[in-house]
């Protein structure tokens, strides 16, 4: 493959370390019949390794410099050339019975907007297992009252079991991120719950954490259910976001829907 330099604006870094690759396939523990979606393949170091190993692999890449080689190198892969969040995945994964598994050392800066792409399609992904910022893993992981408790840390409980794997050093990245990595797994609950419920749920979430130093009922009244009157709603409007368990913004999601029937 010709070479490339890895560009700031997409967000790359490239993975060097073939040990790096190596654990993180045992950790995805590919079977031949998993349909995988790999994204950002870049060079396609994880891509060798997976393509040996799946006979359905998709890969989404949205730099067009590495796309050509990709295919030569790869024949047979599906390639899809687009930035993965536009992406229905439902198209993607057609007519099989089996759920997709995404995978990717995916561009930091867009990891929550991945993960919320994801979580609109928990009832086709079965799990996910990326590499993202070693602090955005600690939140979203955390547990309730540290201080990196917060949106992602709720709704990826709500929606699915994370774990943190392992840390990746900088040095084997080119070019050499200035923060440590991480690698992540998120299996996805059988989750039947409805697009509307889904995302009231996601919203409650995101206005009790919009203002973090203040209490629930300060946070709520200064987002998109500020007209709505929590006092009813069974939960101490005096504790703040980080004080809440999931169980409890369950009800607050209730709480709205009911009180704007």
Known sequence: MKKIKPLKRFGQNYLLDQNIVDKIVKEID???EDHIVEIGPGRGALTAKLFQKVKSLTAVEIDTRVTEDLQKKFPGLKLIVDDFINLD??????????????VGNIPYNLTSPILFHLIKYVNIVQDT?????????????????TKDYGIL???????????YCFKVSPNV???????????????????????????????????SFGNRRKTLKNSLSNSIFNKLNFADSGIDLSLR????????????AEFARNYKE
């Open 173 to 207: 990245f080119f070019p050499k991120p200035k923060i440590d990595s991480a690698v992540v797994h998120i299996r996805f609950k059988n989750n039947t719950i409805n697009k509307n419920d889904k995302q009231s749920f996601i919203d409650i979430v995101k206005a």
């Open 241 to 252: 976001a980080e004080q809440l368990e999931v169980e409890d913004f369950i009800r607050l």
């Open 30 to 32: 590919p079977l031949p």
């Open 129 to 145: 297992v990326l590499m993202v910022q070693h602090e955005v893993a600690k939140r979203m992981i955390a547990p309730k009252g």
């Open 89 to 102: 995945l439902q198209n993607i994964m057609g007519n099989k019975d089996n759920k997709l598994r995404i």
């Open 153 to 163: 840390s709720v709704i990826l409980r709500f929606f699915s079991d994370t774990e």
